[in-house]
């Protein structure tokens, strides 16, 4: 991995208005509450997706009401420097396979020597290299056809700009026949409903990628960046409990609301009045969560490695029986 500036080695620190260093979260904007559209927070704080610099930070228990946002903030930040994340490749292998769509740039064939943007859907094959059904009538067909060298932009939270964003540079290919039942089923089961992609007109394409580079936490206190060559993304494999994502949160926030605010509040010693949590992987799960308006993101590491779904269950119910007792 050549890396540019990674949170993992470096981190940009910035003067607090009140004197102090600048904590390694961002400020943005999110609704105040995960089911609401029109109360936004006037203050929100995201955290980037690695460590941060040393700091005293005091602690509180869930009972505390009376903390002031800066001890919040100082909470927030000791916790994020020891929560536990996947190793950068593998977090962005794993995103990108979870993801379905992004921001395909190629040569415009038509306006030679300027890029072209295509919104597209996309699915990963088997190498994490993204998959595309392209009209031959699209402009970006045309495109590829002329000129092979494209980038695909995809980002984890398309509403939060100091999230991650990966930006994957290769050379777009059109799928052979033999490879063709394999991606269409890979591109199918991202993509149930994509009938189109038997349509004469229709093909597979395949970007083979050469550099894969990430950002995160961008205008913040934290600023990451980093690069991996094709063949380091290609030999990483995707996490295998990210897959259980979708199934276990919606559970849990359908179903176990209240204890996602218990367990947050015990593991990360941050008072939550909410916690809704956005997807998990073998090391723990993030979620987004709020206290007196203030809207922001964690990260909460499981107690031990997860090794499968069901074991995702024991340690969610063991970290609930441990922060039980504290507010019982």
């Known amino acids: 991995m050549k890396s540019i500036v990674t949170p993992l080695t470096r981190v940009s620190l910035f003067c607090h208005p009140n004197g102090h260093k600048a904590l390694p979260f961002s400020l943005t904007r999110y609704p105040s509450s995960p089911n609401t559209n029109t109360s936004f927070s006037p203050l929100t704080l995201t955290l980037s997706m690695a460590a941060s610099p040393q700091s005293s930070a005091p602690t509180v228990s869930p009972g505390d009401v009376n903390i002031d946002k800066d001890g919040v903030f100082q909470l ?13 490749v593998e977090e962005i292998r794993t995103v990108l396979d979870r993801s379905v769509r992004g921001m395909l740039s190629t040569f415009s064939k038509k306006f030679d020597g300027y890029p072209s943007g ?11 290299y993204p998959i595309l059904a392209v009209s031959d009538l699209a402009v970006h067909s045309k495109d590829l056809t002329a000129n092979p060298k494209c980038s695909l932009l995809v980002a984890r939270d398309p509403e939060d700009r100091t999230d991650l964003v990966i930006t994957l540079h290769g050379d777009a290919i059109t799928v052979p026949e033999n490879d063709k039942e394999a991606v269409r089923a890979a591109y199918l089961a991202r993509h149930p409903n994509a009938f189109w992609v038997d349509f ?5 394409w395949r970007i083979e990628p050469k550099v894969v580079r990430f950002v995160s936490g961008v205008a913040t206190a934290l600023l990451g960046s980093g690069e991996f060559s094709g063949n380091e993304y290609k030999s990483t494999k995707v996490d295998p409990i990210a897959q259980f994502s979708k199934p276990v949160a919606s559970h849990m926030n359908k179903d176990h609301a209240e204890d996602n605010k218990v367990i947050v509040q015990h593991w990360t010693s941050v008072p939550v009045d909410f916690a809704y949590m956005l997807d998990l992987d073998s090391l723990g799960f993030n979620v987004k969560a709020g206290y007196q308006g203030d809207t922001f993101k964690l990260r909460v590491p499981f107690p031990r490695r997860a090794e499968d779904r069901k074991d995702v269950k024991t340690l969610i119910v063991e970290m609930l029986q441990a922060a039980r007792p504290k507010v019982d």
């Not at 919104?119 to 990963?124: I, L, N, R, S």
């Not at 004469?200 to 597979?204: A, E, I, L, T």
């Open 76 to 88: 927030i930040q000791a916790h994020q420097e020891k929560a536990a994340r996947l190793p950068p």
């Open 200 to 204: 004469g007109d229709f093909r597979f």
């Open 118 to 128: 295509s919104m597209v859907d996309f699915a990963c094959d088997a190498n994490g």
